[in-house]
């Protein structure tokens, strides 16, 4: 039981978001359609949250192209 509290202890010293990215994809094999959804949505929610989604946004509600050039890496 020690060993499993620190595991659980430096598990949730991580990235919330990095972990259930992790959880998903390890499931997603073994709970189908399910588990791939899952993912999905998770991946989903990722990018709603970033300045290329606000772009793509302005962009159809400006109805323009959206310059991505600046978020190419």
């Not at 791939?36 to 323009?64: N, P, Q």
Request: no cysteine; hydrophobic share 35%; proline share 3%.
């Amino acid at each position: 039981m020690d060993e499993a509290r620190g595991w659980a202890r430096e598990m949730l010293a991580l990235s919330p978001t990095a972990i259930r990215i992790a959880k998903a994809s390890f499931n997603a094999d073994t709970d189908h359609i399910k588990g791939i959804g899952a993912l999905g949505g998770t991946a989903l929610g990722l990018y709603y949250r970033t300045e290329e989604s606000t772009e793509g946004t302005s962009a159809f509600m400006e109805r323009r192209k959206p310059d991505f050039s600046k978020f190419r890496r």
